[in-house]
């Protein structure tokens, strides 16, 4: 990449980019300041345009793709898709436990796509980087889905067979990020292993479990950061 005065930065993908936090106290979502992109903005040479969208799963942001970052002409993308994509319909599934169920994305769907994605931004003269998933917090986002309802609670047991296997299925999602990454040779931040790291990393989540907090955000800022010193120094002020 040549050395500029200034560079132009997109971050591309769901609510954990656009900043959707919730509010325990307003028992709603809204939008966080000091979200990861608005702290990594502050310490780049240019601008941080931050294209994530509430409830974007990848097939939704690949139809995005041209307005939300070529478009804009950046020199580098971070993509961050996977948490949607990974989600069921849980009502159905607390409805019907017994039937076959799908993901919003499938995962081979997910890596194609993904994949091709990254073609195009490269073909464009963008630069991607990928990301990791954070974790989510199982047992949280379980209450989450099944809102305290017994019976909810009962049938979406059933079908998974165990809680954790939420948690699992969400990290074969991020798994895959990974191998696509090694696959193409696209940088990828680590920002699950970073979080993972920490003490009761559960700290970092909102209520419904896979939402990062404000906390969460400072963590994934100072993760992406480290990787922009370590490979992008130029990028910084």
Request: proline letters at 3%; hydrophobic letters at 35%.
């Amino acid at each position: 990449m040549e050395t500029k005065k200034n560079y132009n930065l997109v971050v591309f993908g769901d609510s954990i980019t656009e900043g959707v936090v919730y509010d325990s106290r307003k028992r709603r979502y809204s939008n966080l300041k000091n979200c990861f992109a608005n702290l990594v903005g502050r310490h780049i040479k240019g601008t941080v345009c931050n294209s994530g969208r509430f409830g974007s799963t990848i097939k939704r942001g690949v139809k995005k793709m041209y307005n939300d970052v070529i478009k804009k002409t950046p020199d580098i993308v971070l993509i961050e898709f996977g948490g949607n994509d990974c989600d069921f319909n849980w009502k159905n599934i607390a409805d019907d436990p017994d039937s076959k169920h799908k993901p919003k994305t499938d995962i081979l769907t997910f890596r194609d796509i993904l994949s091709d994605m990254i073609y195009t931004f490269d073909e464009s003269n963008i630069t991607p980087v990928l990301m990791t998933l954070p974790p989510i917090d199982y047992k949280r986002y379980f209450n989450w889905i099944t809102k305290g309802n017994e019976t909810a609670e009962k049938n979406v047991l059933k079908w998974l067979g165990s809680k954790i296997e939420i948690y699992n299925w969400h990290r074969k999602y991020s798994e895959m990020i990974t191998r696509v990454a090694h696959k193409t040779k696209t940088s990828l931040i680590d920002v699950r292993s970073g979080i993972l790291k920490q003490n009761d990393y559960s700290k970092f989540l909102c209520m419904d479990g896979i939402h990062p907090n404000m906390e969460g955000h400072s963590l994934i800022a100072s993760i992406i950061l480290n990787f922009v010193k370590d490979n992008y120094s130029f990028l910084l002020i």
